[in-house]
């Protein structure tokens, strides 16, 4: 991988001053162009060797091009906001928005490489680390950003003469630390662990540019170049035939007989309102002790709630509510996205709402909506929606092992009791259960929801985060339903 | 303040059964109504004595009301990310949007009242604290909020009762801590201090409400029906007549001459290439070295660029940026609000992009909007313009006091050079200095613009947060000039 990195490459200072106004002054246009468009972003990751020129070139880019549309993010200790949520949370929020450039400096690829050079971590753990990089690039890419990975290389002869002649300088002698020295010692260590991640997360949509940082303008005029000529490419690309995500879906299997999940539900199971009154004080107590147990401080409780229109999601959600602390959950219903969302990554929206410990967040309506109605009302292209299971795996994955708790709930009601409970709220005086000509139109689609729901639940029904079916026919039995699903779910959570 | 909380209210049981579903369909009813004009937010301050049921209070409007529309805020101690920044800052991080329910609970008046009732601040910290409050409730509701600030009291007589009652039972024996006995203890000094408190800050706009804690259906039924009331009210008005800030503007004073600070300037002032390079090399040598000083990591810097179009604000920033790690600064460039922000008030979008310590932000315009396009131009009105001298006075007094550094800068070109400026970047082949209908336009209202711009230097040139004027017909003085207030205005700072 760094072979062409070690010849030495320069420039001369007459070819540099030659080249470096057009240089600068296309990287502007082709900068300004992005920004109107605000159809992509662009991220660009700065990694590689100590004293390779890593910070002068992320200073570089704000020098060439306008730095009020490049978002510079460096990320030292995590802060306990940080701490207290998944691994890649703070990428997410440094994560820019369409239109603009985010320079993420010290980023996803820092800690596999250090932890695993530095031996505190196993090569299987690197590995993991690495498909999940490259699930989450992947992820990146089809979402539309252009991302560009810059490893700036020095050999270990360059490497140590650069030490020496910083040392010999009494100017830039105090430059040199002793750690600078025992990093050195480890560079056939961390050249051998970095080779093998580049390798590996080297991909078509996110492939390592290794640079060669010894002459500073060799340097800067190769990274100047590649990202100009990117960024042109792509908006090539987007003035020829639109840019678009290429990963073609294998067509799902069609059913081969009418019987489903949510069909095969046994929907005559109901409760007395005795044994409900009975049950729900029993439920909501123990949900009330597990969630102020010492132990739930190190975790939290993400519950998502799915379900036709009328289901009763609302209703359900005041139960648990009613058990817990005001201060301690956030309930987040989701609507449309708004422009700030809409300008990153789908799943962003869902990320900024992730709980800290010992926090409670109820989503009415989810993730899962790029699944079902972007799906079946083709908001969604059919290559988005299918590679989403496998995106909302990865992001639940993450929240777990995170601590998260992450309980999903279908509330499936028979198509009679969806009509029942619409004509029942027409009826009713009041306006906040108004029934919409959309609510109509949606019934209409009954099947083709269905099918996406049956879909949904075997492609996104894990070990980690499994789905519950709930009847809900009869809104007592769902209730305690409910409770009982997130109480045992706790409960066994805390227990591990 | 207290007495007429003090008389042991009751409600019978019968009484409650029979009016509660009524009241809580209402309060559903007005919940959903304001959800749907999405025209302002409702802030609920929970405040009060121990035991007088204020944890209790939350719950019951979470499960009265729509609790998917209620954003509830606890405020535990803060994180770093929150420590690092102004006092206020976590509390704006919490404001609902408009169409929304925020309960604060432990809100900006629990600090200042616990750490005077502990004598941990002097009387005269205390006054400030409510002069403070007062200004930013009288903000709060001028941008349209509806603020409902909840006293839950107790008697001490009522208070004591309720230890012993509670301690004589073997079942809630174990919820009397030590702790409580010693705040019991203090009962009188914090009823002075809190007494002071409200007498000082029960406004027009926002009235405390006390209510007596003791009898639990009582005091649910009295917050429901205010919160009924306040609500319907609001709601009418919006119906009626549209709500309105009714602080009238006393009219500024009109120019008696044609003199005033911009045409004042000695615009002759210029910098030959030589002079420029040398001064450059020089301050930014000191700006960067300034912000890698171990005492700048206390600090932030607050940079602020307003200034006719082509004045040269960009040009400027990047000599400024030129000077720091692209790690450390983030460049806020400010054009119309999204979605979000304008769903907040207008110093919102502000507020979330103040940096943490040892940061540096640079505004590309700025909250001086309000007073500059927005004045000019009629989107705001002139009550709420003139409103907002004193409001950016206390934000930028906010920031200085939680040890930043505000510089603020107005680039002034004459007519004649905008003029000049303008043909020149029609003539160049670059897009991105294309000239707009809206700059032509602009020009147009030059002297309205110069006369909002010398009131906002009158009112809003203050001596924590001085303008700087800057004669920028000569880019390099004007650089020059930039760089060198930096470097002044942090040297002097990180003295003190």
Not at 157 to 181: I, Y
Request: proline share 4%; aromatic share 10%; with cysteine.
């Amino acid at each position: 991988m760094f072979e062409s990195a070690e010849l030495g490459h320069t420039i001369d200072k007459k070819t540099y001053d030659r080249q470096v106004p057009k240089l600068r002054a296309d990287l502007l246009d082709a900068q300004f162009d992005m920004g109107e468009l605000k159809k992509y972003p662009s991220i660009i990751l700065i990694n590689g060797v100590n004293g390779a020129g890593k910070g002068e070139t992320v200073n570089l880019l704000n020098a060439w091009m306008d730095p009020r549309h490049i978002q510079t993010h460096a990320f030292p200790p995590p802060s306990d906001e940080e701490r207290e949520r998944p691994f890649m949370w703070r990428f997410w929020r440094a994560l820019p928005p369409k239109g603009k450039i985010g320079i993420l400096f010290g980023n996803w690829y820092t800690e596999p490489i250090v932890g695993r050079a530095m031996k505190k971590t196993k090569a299987a753990d690197l590995d993991q680390s690495i498909e999940e990089i490259n699930r989450f690039e992947k992820m990146l890419s089809d979402e539309g950003a252009l991302i560009l990975k810059f490893w700036m290389h020095l050999s270990k002869d360059a490497q140590r003469k650069r030490l020496k002649a910083l040392e010999k300088d009494k100017d830039t002698r105090w430059r040199v630390t002793p750690e600078d020295w025992t990093i050195f010692k480890m560079y056939d260590k961390f050249r051998g662990v970095s080779e093998h991640v580049l390798r590996h997360t080297s991909t078509g949509h996110a492939p390592w540019l290794v640079v060669e940082g010894a002459d500073e303008r060799y340097r800067s005029l190769t990274v100047g170049r590649i990202l100009l000529e990117a960024l042109r490419k792509r908006q090539r690309i987007e003035g020829e035939r639109g840019w678009k995500a290429r990963s073609a879906a294998a067509p799902l299997p069609p059913a081969t007989d009418t019987r489903d999940l949510i069909n095969s539900l046994d929907m005559r199971q109901a409760l007395t309102k005795k044994k409900f009154d009975k049950a729900l004080e029993k439920y909501q107590g123990r949900l009330n002790q597990l969630t102020r147990h010492p132990k739930f401080r190190d975790r939290s409780l993400i519950c998502v709630f799915e379900g036709s229109d009328a289901a009763g999601k609302g209703g359900t959600i005041r139960r648990i509510t009613g058990a817990l602390d005001a201060r301690q959950y956030q309930i987040i219903p989701i609507a449309a996205p708004s422009e700030e969302e809409r300008a990153q990554p789908y799943l962003w929206r869902f990320w900024r709402h992730v709980p800290r410990t010992g926090r409670v967040t109820i989503f009415d309506r989810s993730w899962y909506g790029r699944v079902l109605v972007e799906r079946v009302e083709g908001f969604a292209q059919e290559a988005d929606w299918m590679r989403a299971y496998a995106e909302i795996n990865d992001f639940e994955d993450q929240l777990v092992r995170s601590g998260a708790v992450v309980v999903k709930f279908w509330l499936a009601i028979t198509a009679e009791e969806q009509l029942k409970r619409f004509k029942e709220r027409e009826k009713t005086r009041f306006k906040r259960f108004k029934i919409t000509e959309e609510d109509w139109r949606n019934r209409k689609k009954w099947d083709a929801y269905e099918h996406a729901v049956c879909d949904m639940i075997d492609r996104s029904s894990t070990e980690i985060a499994p789905w519950t079916l709930v009847e809900a026919n009869d809104k007592l039995h769902a209730r305690i339903k409910v409770l009982k699903t997130l109480c045992d779910r706790l409960e066994a959570a805390m227990k591990a």
